[in-house]
């Protein structure tokens, strides 16, 4: 199990590709294509190398000038946005099955944990933007994630940062919210939510990290970075990670210590 980069969907340039070839076998440029389509040269050119989502409107017109009866027109059924980053399908699917889930996240509430309004706030922060078919689906995938908090033979323990307890990601109201809700969850007996109180030293400053216990009481780590996320099981770096979390957890405030501080920051909204 190894990392892997954050690059467009292979569909998005197998298709960008196929309207090239297309393209070029008729004898028409970027340009004209662009002209027809009512798009710009590097438009043009950014959906034909999959950097870009290929417009459907540019599909319609590129089947129509190269004559491919249909068979550029049937991709559009293929570049429906991804309900996660690609680089997490692996963990998602594993996430789905684990057991127990153990995470530490210094800077952002877990998406297991977030409400809607804060899930919406980020996903409209992200660069490059979004457009907004990929948000929803991006947002109702996140949702139905959280389903996995009402199965009770799985235990969740979640340690979250200070910072991101203080750190509003939309409106007060709706942050009061977003902690209100932390509260409620924390009070399902397989959930155990914990505050890393800022300030000091402890193995969390590297950054955070989600450990996975599968139905074969095997153990998996998952690191997730600006551009790409890694999922691992080597027995040594699992070692050190479950040491580090164990750690963190006995640093942290403990799950009375850890309520009493979220429903401070609530009434103080």
């Known amino acids: 199990m190894t990392g892997e980069t954050s690059q467009p969907p292979m569909a998005w340039r197998y298709c960008g590709n196929q309207i090239k070839l297309w393209r070029t076998q ?33 599909l319609e017109v590129a089947d129509e000038m190269c004559r ?65 078919e990929t948000v929803e689906k991006r947002l109702a995938a996140r949702l139905a994630r959280q389903s996995l908090l009402a199965n009770l033979r799985k235990s969740f323990s979640f340690v979250i940062g200070d910072t991101a307890l203080r750190h509003p990601v939309s409106t007060p109201d709706a942050h009061k919210r977003q902690l209100l809700h932390l509260l409620a969850a924390a009070e399902q007996r397989n959930v155990t939510v914990q505050v890393m109180p800022a300030g000091g030293s402890h193995p969390g400053l590297d950054g955070p990290f989600v450990l996975l216990e599968t139905p074969e009481l095997n153990l998996l780590g998952y690191e997730e970075g600006q551009t790409r996320g890694a999922l691992y099981s080597d027995a040594k770096e699992i070692s050190v990670i479950a040491r580090r979390h164990a750690m963190i957890a006995r640093q942290a405030f403990t799950p009375d210590e850890s309520a009493r501080f979220i429903r401070k920051l609530a009434e103080g909204l």
């Open 26 to 58: 008729a004898g028409i440029s970027r340009e004209e294509l662009g002209r027809e389509a009512g798009y710009e040269y590097e438009s043009v050119k950014s959906m034909e190398q999959g950097r870009r989502r290929p417009a459907v409107r540019l």
């Open 68 to 132: 491919a009866r249909g068979m550029l027109l049937a991709a559009q059924d293929y570049l429906q946005p991804e309900r996660f980053v690609s680089y997490a399908q692996d963990f998602i699917r594993y996430e789905a099955e684990a057991i127990a889930i153990s995470s530490y996240q210094p800077l952002l509430i877990p998406g297991l944990l977030q409400t809607e309004e804060t899930m919406r706030a980020l996903f409209n922060g992200h660069w490059p933007p979004m457009d907004d």
